[in-house]
């Protein structure tokens, strides 16, 4: 149940990402990045937290499509 919950949030903060990036606000891309930055941060007084962030920083980034060298 809990892996469940943290996945469904993931996900809803994928959506709010493509919501944000429609509108204008900012892309996923960076969304994705700041979530991980945010992570990073939270990752110095608490590990579990910082590790569901992470997981959700990868959800976003999935939304991304796939770069290729140039």
Known sequence: ???????????????????????????????ARLLRVFADTVGETDAQEAEILTLWSETVAALLPEQRPH
Request: hydrophobic residues 60%.
């Open 1 to 31: 149940m809990e892996r469940a919950l943290v996945a469904a949030h993931g996900k809803m903060v994928a959506l709010v990402a493509s919501v944000l990036h429609a509108a204008g606000v900012t892309t996923t891309d960076e969304f």
